[in-house]
């Protein structure tokens, strides 16, 4: 049920995996690192990253900031589900994480972001590499496979983990 390499996406399985992550917060309540491990806690940000629900995100979004040391939580996780949240909002990210594929240019660039000057500053503070680095991995040659593989009618499409 989960994504493959080299597979095309399918909104299916995020819908399927954010409603089982639901029932088992329901059932036993959030995890700790020492229940799940950090695999574990790394998986439930991904699912919490690539939910469809963004009221889902904002409740995980709200749980990690508040446990991040007890539970496990990166910094780096908080700031990727910051900016994916802030970008479906519409709102400019804060963290330089998400990436889109501008129609024009036909080049991968980066969602409105916020007060730039203090980017790199913001994103050391959470872990992340300066923004040019990160920057380079989003490889114009690779637009035509992203395009392909991410085709879906009418949906937020971002590139960043």
Known sequence: MVRQPGTRWDPSVDRKITKRLREIVRQVG?????????DGVRAVWLIAQHSPDIRFQKKCLEFFKK???????????????TDRIRTRE??????G???????KTNKFVPFPIARQRDLDNRRIKYGLEPFEVYRQRFKNEDVPEFKKKFKRPRQHRTIGA
């Open 67 to 81: 446990s991040m040391k007890r539970r496990g939580v990166s910094k780096k996780h908080i700031a990727f589900l």
């Open 90 to 95: 519409g709102k400019p990210q804060l963290f």
């Open 30 to 38: 959030w995890q700790t690192i020492s229940h799940i491990g950090e």
């Open 97 to 103: 994480t998400q990436f889109k594929v501008d129609k």
